[in-house]
């Protein structure tokens, strides 16, 4: 079993990166950008089943290492202007930290698996990947709206019209 899990967690990988890799392709949309946490979110519905609930504590340990390991995302997390439209900015090192991040996700769940519960590791590696995705998509976010902005003060300086009679001096 920890061999398929392992297994789908390297597809995930590999899929997250060609998804990225082919989004780069296309504008970036706010949509695009908040939709993936708001899908996510249902996950909680596993805290329902009293056997997956975990502790206080827990909760901030896997929040504070999702925050830590956002940061990476966040770093290799750009946008482009091109042709009029915002991009995502394509990135090399986005695989690399993606395999890395999985690299010690599965390390950790190899040694905490000894000490904790399966189904609370799951609850907790849920809540990493939670507070992992959800700062680095606020961050996009935020990047997206600066762009915006640049793009619509760049198309409003490109549409002024010069009136040549109060040009003139």
Request: hydrophobic fraction near 55%.
């Amino acid at each position: 079993m920890t061999y398929l899990a392992t297994g789908v967690a390297i597809f995930m990988a590999f899929m997250a990166f060609f998804i990225r890799m082919k989004a780069a392709k296309k504008p970036a949309t706010i949509k695009k950008i908040i939709l993936p946490p708001m899908f996510m979110s249902t996950g909680f519905f596993m805290f329902l089943y009293e056997p997956v609930r975990i502790s206080s504590l827990q909760v901030l340990e896997a929040l504070a290492v999702g925050l830590l390991f956002s940061i990476f995302l966040v770093k290799t997390s750009k946008f482009e202007i091109r042709d009029e439209h915002i991009y995502f900015k394509k990135s090399k090192s986005f695989l690399f930290i993606l395999l890395g991040l999985l690299v010690i996700r599965l390390v950790l769940k190899y040694i905490l698996g000894f000490h904790i519960d399966p189904l609370h590791l799951s609850g907790m590696f849920f809540i990493v990947a939670y507070g992992m995705i959800v700062p680095w998509r606020i961050s996009m976010f935020l990047g997206f709206k600066k762009l915006q902005k640049k793009l619509a003060e760049n198309q409003k300086l490109n549409h002024i019209a010069i009136d040549p009679v109060t040009a003139q001096k």
